[in-house]
């Protein structure tokens, strides 16, 4: 028998505040993956076949996932195409995954450095994000999370043997000399760091999974400028100080009347 390492949150969540815990859902067609931002979830965009949302620079975001199945699933979570666990790039299949009970919904809200605190997730520029830090840049601005479902446990009298330690995501090394402040936002691409150390404990559990997901879900997310510029949300209005260097004189006719506002 195949088992897989994953991490529970059940030692988090009894800890965790009402905002991040667990809580039981109705079943549901298809997982549920949405990004948060102070608990709120993102708006997504359907764009040629993909689910897009919008990053807003400098906040910090979760990932709400939602099981709709009468099994437990393993997870695997990916931002940025490094394991939210380990900070690694592997398949799914062989990545190390978060569970969640039957109907559970639980939120992720960090790179997940130890067995008691994570790092929390925050929008930030390609050249500040973890991957760079870490030197891994291939998959900036995508979030994907794979649901892999538990078989029917079959259980051995021969159970014991021992567990691998926990290994965390490593710390970004320093960050790197400060880029010019002078850069347009538009050439900007959003990317994702590491926010605040909070406490978040995991512990380590052994699933028997089936071998293909039942269902993957990717999300990409984009500054505005990159979003209007991919025809997803419209183009912004111009510059206020281009309009005004663009600004005439006299063009005949008459001063219109309007209303008065006092």
């Given at each position: 028998?195949?088992?897989?390492?994953?991490?529970?949150?059940?030692?988090?969540?009894?800890?965790?505040?009402?905002?991040?815990?667990?809580?039981?859902?109705?079943?549901?067609p298809?997982?549920?993956v949405e990004?948060?931002?102070?608990?709120?979830?993102?708006?997504?965009?359907a764009?040629?076949?993909?689910?897009?949302?919008?990053?807003?620079?400098?906040?910090?975001?979760?990932?709400r996932?939602?099981?709709?199945?009468?099994?437990?699933?393993?997870?695997?979570?990916?931002?940025?195409?490094?394991?939210?666990?380990?900070?690694?790039?592997?398949?799914?299949?062989?990545?190390?995954?978060?569970?969640?009970?039957?109907?559970?919904?639980?939120?992720?809200?960090?790179?997940?450095?130890?067995?008691?605190?994570?790092?929390?997730?925050?929008?930030?520029?390609?050249?500040?994000?973890?991957?760079?830090?870490?030197?891994?840049?291939?998959?900036?601005?995508?979030?994907s999370?794979?649901?892999?479902?538990?078989?029917?446990?079959?259980?051995?009298?021969?159970?014991?043997r021992?567990?691998?330690?926990?290994?965390?995501?490593?710390?970004?090394?320093?960050?790197?000399a400060?880029?010019?402040?002078?850069?347009?936002?538009?050439?900007?691409?959003?990317?994702?760091?590491?926010?605040?150390?909070?406490?978040?404990?995991?512990?380590?559990?052994?699933?028997?999974?089936?071998?293909?997901?039942?269902?993957?879900v990717?999300?990409?997310?984009?500054?505005?400028?990159q979003?209007?510029?991919?025809?997803?949300?419209?183009?912004?209005?111009?510059?206020?100080?281009?309009?005004?260097?663009?600004?005439?004189?006299?063009?005949?006719?008459?001063?219109?009347?309007?209303?008065?506002?006092?």
């Open positions: 028998m195949t088992r897989h390492l994953a991490c529970s949150l059940a030692a988090l969540l009894a800890l965790a505040p009402t905002g991040s815990s667990a809580h039981t859902a109705p079943p549901l298809s997982p549920g990004i948060l931002v102070d608990g709120v979830p993102q708006t997504r965009y764009h040629e076949g993909r689910w897009y949302v919008e990053a807003l620079k400098g906040r910090e975001y979760a990932i996932l939602r099981n709709p199945y009468p099994v437990r699933v393993a997870v695997a979570l990916s931002v940025d195409g490094l394991n939210t666990i380990d900070a690694r790039e592997t398949s799914a299949k062989g990545a190390r995954k978060w569970v969640l009970g039957p109907y559970e919904t639980v939120t992720i809200s960090g790179w997940q450095t130890s067995r008691t605190h994570a790092r929390a997730f925050e929008f930030t520029t390609e050249e500040r994000s973890y991957g760079q830090a870490l030197g891994k840049t291939a998959n900036l601005g995508i979030v999370a794979a649901f892999f479902r538990e078989r029917t446990p079959v259980y051995s009298l021969n159970q014991d021992q567990e691998p330690k926990a290994e965390a995501a490593p710390s970004a090394p320093p960050a790197a400060e880029r010019s402040q002078n850069k347009a936002a538009s050439d900007e691409y959003a990317a994702t760091g590491m926010g605040r150390s909070r406490d978040h404990a995991v512990q380590q559990v052994w699933l028997d999974l089936e071998d293909a997901p039942a269902a993957t990717s999300i990409r997310y984009e500054f505005r400028p979003l209007a510029r991919l025809g997803i949300l419209p183009a912004p209005r111009a510059d206020p100080l281009s309009r005004r260097e663009g600004a005439r004189g006299f063009e005949g006719g008459f001063a219109p009347e309007i209303e008065t506002v006092r």
